[in-house]
């Protein structure tokens, strides 16, 4: 059976610097915890994620660049074939254009628990851009993002494959340091090598926890 990827990657914060800020709301660092679903051609999935950021300079820094690191456990369930576990985990480097802009480069790597040990190698470049700013309370934003994946299929070839994603989300402030953020994409992929495995259309969601901490 062919693998498929969660689009949203799973990340869990690690503090690499006590001395480190993170750009949104001046915080430490930044964490969260939540739940992604993808709902694509042959299959549903759910993934669940803790991920996280922690800003390259000091408090009095200008902040623009920050470390994104990070894992997460999850169920593909196809519609041909039993439930399968997977785990996934990721490593990057994000970009602030300014308080409400950013670009990210993420590379990942997705297993899948089967016998024929599917994996899937992805590199991503992921914006987003807030309307207003987090502190303010309620902070709509856009995403885009596009994927470049190798999948290893267990037949000893690999499949390649470009995903683009378009999204909206909306995060709310809870308390001084916690929100609640909802998100929803659209999700296309195409595939390079010829007779190659594609993702097609695909729909994902994900309600999560965010918080920042000094």
């Given at each position: 059976?062919?693998?498929?990827?969660?689009?949203?990657?799973?990340?869990?914060?690690?503090?690499?610097s006590?001395?480190?800020?993170a750009?949104?709301?001046?915080?430490?660092?930044?964490?969260?915890?939540?739940?992604?679903?993808?709902?694509?051609?042959?299959?549903?999935?759910?993934?669940?994620?803790?991920?996280?950021?922690?800003?390259?300079?000091g408090?009095?820094?200008?902040?623009?660049?920050?470390?994104?690191?990070?894992?997460?456990?999850?169920?593909?369930?196809?519609?041909?074939?039993?439930?399968?576990?997977?785990?996934?985990?990721?490593?990057?480097?994000?970009?602030?254009?300014?308080?409400?802009?950013?670009l990210?480069?993420?590379?990942s790597?997705?297993?899948?628990?089967?016998?024929?040990?599917?994996?899937?190698?992805?590199?991503?470049l992921?914006?987003?851009?807030?309307?207003?700013?987090?502190?303010?309370?309620v902070?709509?934003?856009?995403?885009?993002?596009?994927?470049?994946?190798?999948?290893?299929?267990?037949?000893?070839?690999?499949?390649?494959?470009i995903?683009?994603?378009?999204?909206?989300g909306?995060?709310?402030?809870?308390?001084d340091?916690l929100?609640?953020?909802?998100?929803?994409s659209?999700?296309?992929?195409?595939?390079?090598?010829?007779?190659?495995?594609?993702?097609?259309?695909?729909?994902?969601?994900a309600?999560?926890?965010?918080?920042?901490?000094?």
């Amino acid at each position: 059976m062919k693998a498929k990827n969660v689009l949203i990657v799973a990340v869990l914060f690690l503090v690499f610097s006590v001395s480190s800020y993170a750009t949104d709301k001046n915080a430490k660092f930044i964490d969260s915890i939540g739940v992604i679903g993808m709902s694509y051609g042959d299959g549903q999935l759910l993934d669940f994620q803790l991920w996280g950021e922690t800003a390259l300079g000091g408090k009095n820094s200008s902040k623009e660049w920050a470390l994104i690191v990070g894992g997460g456990i999850g169920t593909d369930s196809p519609d041909n074939s039993d439930d399968i576990d997977i785990w996934n985990g990721l490593a990057g480097i994000k970009y602030y254009f300014n308080d409400l802009t950013s670009l990210a480069l993420i590379g990942s790597y997705m297993a899948y628990d089967t016998d024929a040990n599917n994996d899937i190698t992805s590199a991503s470049l992921v914006g987003k851009h807030r309307f207003v700013e987090v502190s303010e309370g309620v902070s709509p934003f856009l995403t885009a993002s596009g994927i470049f994946r190798s999948i290893d299929t267990g037949s000893g070839e690999n499949d390649s494959e470009i995903v683009a994603t378009v999204g909206l989300g909306c995060e709310f402030l809870l308390t001084d340091d916690l929100s609640i953020v909802f998100e929803a994409s659209y999700l296309h992929g195409e595939a390079i090598d010829s007779g190659g495995y594609e993702l097609q259309d695909g729909v994902v969601a994900a309600i999560y926890f965010t918080g920042y901490w000094d």
